[in-house]
């Protein structure tokens, strides 16, 4: 595989998702999506870099973004792929069918349900910083003003399969319906969010009730990664 292309992981850590989407029980449930995803990422064998808030710099998302981008492209790769840590059903195929596009001097694009996209992958003559920045960043119309900006550039685009994303509750409700798909720890936990969520509401104690719940489970952190 061509070792001039890296895959960037834009993720936050668990904590910080937990706090930024109102899912209880989400911090469980983003340690065991970005295990997931780094493990999805080692099994291609291409080079790859997580960027978590720590790292992160800007003022806003989109500006955070693209220099997280370009951070990949100084250490010398001429592709990046990028993606994030809530697209589950996100699989080694998607980024390996993503790298051999990138051979073709096409740009890559994994649209999301939501308007938003969970992969993009890029040669380093396609990327614009400046025009990058002025992008619809965190809506709906994203994904198609990317794709409108480089075809009015003349760039080659590939779309990839429409996926689905979390950042709400309603998301998971939807994702749970594909339960075969998931893997049985993710699925698990998707299900006692469920359960407990409904017992919280219930009882009205949600607070003290996912505390104690979801301790248990805790497996730490995600590991920071800088190849």
Same mark, same amino acid.
């Given at each position: 595989?061509?070792?001039?292309?890296?895959?960037?992981?834009?993720?936050?850590?668990?904590?910080?998702?937990?706090?930024?989407?109102?899912?209880?029980?989400?911090?469980?449930?983003?340690?065991?999506?970005?295990?997931?995803?780094?493990?999805?990422?080692?099994?291609?064998?291409?080079?790859?870099?997580?960027?978590?808030?720590?790292?992160?710099?800007?003022?806003?998302?989109?500006?955070?973004?693209?220099?997280?981008?370009?951070?990949?492209?100084?250490?010398?790769?001429?592709?990046?792929?990028?993606?994030?840590?809530?697209?589950?059903?996100?699989?080694? =195929?998607? !980024?390996?069918? @993503?790298?051999?596009? $990138?051979? #073709? *001097?096409?740009?890559?694009?994994?649209?999301?349900?939501?308007?938003?996209?969970?992969?993009?992958?890029?040669?380093?003559?396609?990327?614009?910083?400046?025009?990058?920045?002025?992008?619809?960043?965190?809506? =709906?119309? !994203?994904?198609? @003003?990317?794709?409108? $900006?480089? #075809? *009015?550039?003349?760039?080659?685009?590939?779309?990839?399969?429409?996926?689905?994303?979390?950042?709400?509750?309603?998301?998971?409700?939807?994702?749970?319906?594909?339960?075969?798909?998931?893997?049985?720890?993710?699925?698990?936990?998707?299900?006692?969010?469920?359960?407990?969520?409904?017992?919280?509401?219930?009882?009205?104690?949600?607070?003290?009730?996912?505390?104690?719940?979801?301790?248990?489970?805790?497996?730490?952190?995600?590991?920071?990664?800088?190849?």
């Amino acid at each position: 595989m061509n070792s001039k292309t890296a895959i960037l992981v834009f993720a936050n850590s668990a904590q910080e998702e937990a706090l930024r989407k109102p899912i209880s029980g989400g911090q469980q449930l983003f340690t065991e999506l970005n295990s997931t995803i780094e493990s999805v990422v080692v099994s291609t064998k291409l080079p790859y870099y997580i960027v978590t808030e720590v790292q992160q710099q800007g003022r806003d998302f989109g500006e955070r973004f693209v220099n997280a981008v370009q951070g990949i492209y100084e250490k010398g790769f001429e592709n990046v792929i990028t993606i994030g840590n809530d697209t589950p059903f996100l699989t080694k =195929k998607h !980024l390996l069918d @993503s790298a051999k596009l $990138l051979e #073709k *001097n096409k740009f890559v694009i994994g649209p999301s349900v939501d308007g938003g996209f969970y992969l993009m992958g890029l040669h380093k003559s396609q990327f614009d910083p400046l025009a990058f920045l002025k992008l619809p960043w965190r809506s =709906k119309k !994203l994904a198609k @003003s990317i794709t409108a $900006l480089l #075809k *009015n550039n003349a760039i080659e685009v590939a779309k990839l399969q429409v996926l689905y994303d979390i950042d709400s509750i309603e998301d998971l409700k939807i994702i749970k319906t594909f339960g075969k798909v998931l893997s049985k720890s993710l699925l698990k936990i998707i299900q006692l969010i469920f359960q407990y969520s409904n017992t919280i509401n219930t009882s009205n104690t949600l607070e003290s009730y996912t505390t104690y719940t979801f301790i248990s489970y805790n497996k730490g952190s995600p590991r920071l990664i800088m190849h």
